[in-house]
């Protein structure tokens, strides 16, 4: 399935799938939602929703430096999880660092999520774990 992938300022579709998607880790984990920092981060990130017949069921934060892009977020909606849109994203995310002339991508995951297996998939290696994160990343040809 193609999403079409475009810009967005929906705060709002935001914080809901990234706090519906996490929530189980964050309890697992033992941590706490934080609103602030959500706010500070939003303001700061290139922000992206990925479209199905007209509705967001997906999103994707990035951004750079003069080295990397960065997955910030890529949270797709449960009812359309494994059905190639995760792998959509990245592969925009490619594109996009590639036209800057940046040739590596890097992410960070929780190590209990089932998500590193979609990251691997994609050329991801897992670079330094702390925390209970993997901090992944891949070079781009």
């Known amino acids: 399935m193609t999403p079409i992938i475009r810009s967005t300022n929906d705060k709002a579709f935001a914080e809901k ?7 189980a880790y964050y309890e697992q984990l033992d941590m706490r939602w934080k609103t602030a920092l959500f ?14 017949n007209a509705s967001p069921v997906g999103l994707l934060c990035i951004n750079h430096d003069e080295a990397a892009y960065y997955i910030r977020e890529l949270q797709i909606d449960q009812k359309w999880q494994r059905q190639g849109l995760g792998t959509a994203a990245i592969r925009y995310t490619k594109e996009i660092a590639q036209q800057s002339g940046i040739r590596l991508l890097r992410l960070r995951v929780f190590c209990i999520n089932p998500a590193i297996a979609l990251y691997e998939r ?8 702390e925390g209970g994160t993997h901090y992944m990343e891949r070079s781009i040809l």
């Open 17 to 23: 799938i990234i706090r519906q998607n996490m929530s």
């Open 39 to 52: 706010d500070k981060q939003w303001d700061e990130l290139d922000s992206y929703e990925l479209v199905i």
């Open 122 to 129: 994609m050329g991801f290696r897992v670079r330094k774990t």
